[in-house]
């Protein structure tokens, strides 16, 4: 899923700076079930913005509410009624497509992004969320024992560790395990070095994001 | 061992000819003086077969690896130009092998790079369209088969002959992997291989005797890394915060057994030690003296090791 996390609260504040009227909306997709956007995180959120109004005297409607998804044109939607309302700003608790698509559906409106959409990963422990697919379009991880140098080697090497790999971990940084040093260790423990030598052959990145913005159209699908 | 020379290279010369070669280092400056290539090249000119210019190294910006080179080459010294991945995509890597071998680069050392969270720049974004042993395979390529990855045909008279060089570690992990990557470099076609520093000669002989047994050091020559160790608080430094380098302890109490103005004498001293049991270690041809900052030192030390004077070939 997309991993996201909220933006620090001073830069919040600054995005509702001089407003008397917003609305926060959350999402009920990737972002609530790593705790960055769902209806509970865009009830903190709305607290800490009433409650520092108050403090500093100011006039603040913080109003809330979260959508199925906002990725999704038939969800934004919903929003059509609330958005009536006229707030002087409205606040998108979903990872940065969210924004977009409420943008793109109410183009009258000011939206800002309140989390910032971190990567595509998992939770390796509640609380705990780490980095596994950078979306180059063309999966190639049963050559590594399941495991995605691309996006979990620092260099996004192909074809084993480079000269930093020490003690299991990456030359940037002791909390950054090596995925070379798990792939090639797995591959010898399975006595598998001979299928694993072939040269992993210069890799095409069109299918990644250097092919420019991609789009895949399911004709099936399409009405 | 006789090799067919695919270049005009002189370090493939010397190695060819089977004499024990010694390649140098030379970093560019953090500015565009060509004065400081040509005082650090004095140094080295006459004592060494060919000189690493490296790329932008510990990805701190610097003289490019090309021009710094070609002012070495100016200056009497045949570059070996480093290139890492971590700048260029294949396009810019390309068009500048192609440039290097223009203006009379033989040399290429491929690396994948360091990462620039080391470096001055640790905002950018980086490249790492190929990793190294993927550059070896295309500057293989444009050289023999004549073609840019994309298929495009270089004539004859337009192929870059570069003599083609990698880096190898033994001392990084997982030990027991590091001779299987080293393969995939040979079998990548990359014609010389330089170490990492060596300190730890007990796990360094047996990554040689490894790669003996592949029949890898029949199919590219094997130089080993020397930097001499200046003082013991290097000596801890190298020990504690570069990834990949082994520092033995026995090194360590080495040095702290001599005064603080005898560590340096004690260092070379180490590192004589190493050279000569290299001169007999099977599979190695050669060593490759990092003398970090400290070129003046090289002349003497290869004075003492008996290298010089190098060969004429």
């Known amino acids: ?223 | 061992m006789t090799r067919e020379i695919k270049t005009n290279s002189n370090l493939e010369k010397v190695l060819a000819s089977g004499a024990f070669a010694v390649t140098g280092e030379l970093g560019p400056p953090r500015h565009c003086s060509a004065h400081e290539v040509e005082e650090k090249a004095k140094f080295l000119v006459g004592n060494v077969d060919s000189v690493n210019i490296t790329d932008n190294q510990t990805a701190v910006v610097r003289m490019s690896s090309l021009a710094a080179g070609l002012l070495s080459q100016k200056a009497g010294l045949e570059a070996n130009m480093q290139a890492v991945c971590r700048d260029r995509n294949r396009i810019a890597l390309q068009s500048d092998l192609l440039g290097a071998a223009a203006l009379g680069i033989n040399n290429l050392l491929c690396l994948s790079g360091d990462h620039q969270k080391f470096g001055d720049h640790p905002q950018s974004k980086n490249v790492f369209d190929l990793d190294s042993i993927n550059l070896i395979q295309m500057v293989k390529l444009m050289r023999d088969d004549g073609r840019l990855l994309s298929g495009q045909e270089l004539p004859p008279e337009g192929r870059p002959k570069l003599f083609i060089g990698a880096a190898f570690n033994p001392f990084a992990d997982p030990e027991d992997y590091r001779v299987h990557r080293v393969a995939k470099k040979v079998e990548a076609g990359v014609d010389f291989l330089q170490s990492q520093c060596i300190y730890d000669m007990v796990r360094f002989r047996k990554f040689m005797a490894q790669a003996v047994d592949m029949g890898l050091t029949e199919k590219a020559y094997f130089l080993a890394g020397i930097t001499p160790l200046k003082s013991l608080g290097m000596a801890r430094y190298m020990k504690n915060n570069v990834p990949g380098i082994i520092v033995p302890d026995a090194c360590i109490d080495r040095l702290k057994g001599v005064p603080k103005e005898k560590q340096s004498e004690e260092g070379d001293k180490m590192a004589l030690e190493m050279v000569e049991e290299l001169k007999n270690m099977k599979g190695i041809a050669g060593i490759h003296c990092m003398f970090i900052e400290r070129e003046r030192d090289v002349k003497s030390f290869l004075e003492q090791a008996k290298l010089l004077p190098r060969p004429k070939v």
């Open chain 1, 1 to 223: 899923m997309i991993i996201a996390e909220r933006k620090p609260i001073d830069e919040i504040k600054g995005f509702v700076e001089g407003k008397t009227k917003v609305l926060l909306v959350g999402c009920r997709g990737c972002v609530t079930v790593c705790n960055a956007g769902g209806t509970k995180e865009v009830g903190i959120l709305a607290s800490l913005l009433r409650l520092d109004a108050q403090k500093e005297g100011r006039d603040l409607t913080v109003d809330e509410f979260t959508l199925e998804r906002q990725c999704d044109p038939e969800y934004v939607d919903e929003l059509a009624e609330l958005v009536e309302k006229k707030y002087d700003a409205i606040l998108s608790m979903a990872c940065s497509v969210g924004p977009q698509f409420l943008s793109r559906r109410y183009p009258k409106e000011k939206f800002y992004p309140s989390l910032n959409t971190c990567f595509i990963g998992g939770a390796l422990a509640h609380g705990i969320w780490a980095e596994h697919c950078q979306a180059c379009g063309n999966c190639i991880i049963h050559k590594f024992g399941g495991m995605c140098p691309i996006t979990r080697c620092s260099k996004s090497l192909m074809n084993g560790p480079c000269g930093g790999s020490s003690e299991g971990v990456c030359e940037i940084s002791k909390e950054v395990e090596c995925i070379w040093h798990l792939i090639t260790t797995k591959v010898m423990e399975e006595d598998r070095l001979e299928d694993f030598a072939p040269i992993q052959p210069i890799k095409d990145w069109s299918t990644s994001r250097d092919g420019g913005p991609r789009k895949i159209v399911r004709e099936e699908l399409v009405k």
